[in-house]
């Protein structure tokens, strides 16, 4: 079946910028992760969502991201005035409803970079 | 102490080696672990979860000691596709499933 999906897979912008990274999770999956990978680094935890609402803002670096996620499914994720220190793979993961796996599924990234 | 720390590596094999990776997790009240694999610019995929008692899926043994807040990752007669960084993954909380991620660990066989 289809797997969680990234649009756009590249984004070049320039600094003080607004983007926006769309992920279309698995169908039926109800959770729904962000995460950004930096250059040599490992995964830093963005944001998660049950469902529409956001139970864990905690890894939003600042309030120049944010998040919102619609209809239980596709889920979009906007920097507002883009820094280049913001430059990373942004990856997005979704977990289906059955609470006895952990497991998540991860889409190929949005690689942004910030000139 | 990092929350979750692997050896960055890197590890180079040849082919048929058996290779061992080590993981620590500082927080004792983690509830899953796993080990996910990330090959270069692609999406990390899970290898395989590990539990207490220890699992093994074909070439692959993956070890846990709660006591010791230590993970282990085995790979036996390593092929050249085993080349990737292996990613040591924690639970910290059941309620909302948020992972941890260590920086990985780089391994490349060498033919």
């Known amino acids: 079946g289809a797997g969680v999906s990234q649009s756009p897979s590249n984004k070049v912008t320039e600094k003080g910028k607004d983007v926006e990274l769309r992920c279309d999770p698995i169908?039926?999956?109800?959770?729904l992760y962000w995460y950004r990978q930096s250059l040599g680094q490992g995964l830093e935890f963005l944001i998660y969502f049950q469902g529409n609402s956001a139970p864990d803002k905690s890894g939003l670096p600042s309030d120049r991201f944010s998040a919102e996620r619609t209809g239980g499914s596709v889920s979009t994720l906007t920097i507002q005035r883009t820094q280049q220190e913001d430059s990373a793979v942004y990856l997005c993961?979704?977990?289906?409803?059955?609470?006895?796996?952990?497991?998540?599924?991860f889409g190929p990234g949005t690689r942004l970079t910030v000139l | 102490r990092k929350e979750v720390e692997q050896d960055p590596g890197p590890f180079n094999v040849p082919e048929g080696a058996t290779v061992a990776f080590n993981c620590t997790y500082s927080?004792?009240?983690?509830?899953?672990f796993f080990w996910y694999r990330q090959d270069c610019r692609k999406e990390p995929k899970l290898l395989m979860s590990v539990y207490s008692s220890g699992n093994e899926d074909g070439r692959f043994t993956a070890q846990l000691n709660r006591a010791s807040q230590y993970i282990s990752l085995l790979i036996r007669d390593s092929k050249l596709s085993d080349s990737a960084t292996y990613l040591c993954?924690?639970?910290?909380?059941?309620?909302?499933?948020?992972?941890?991620f260590g920086k990985g660990t780089l391994l490349t066989v060498n033919p």
């Open positions: 169908s039926g999956h109800t959770a």
């Open positions: 993961a979704s977990s289906p409803p059955d609470r006895s796996t952990d497991t998540q599924y």
């Open positions: 927080n004792s009240a983690s509830q899953s």
């Open positions: 993954v924690v639970n910290k909380e059941r309620s909302n499933y948020k992972l941890t």
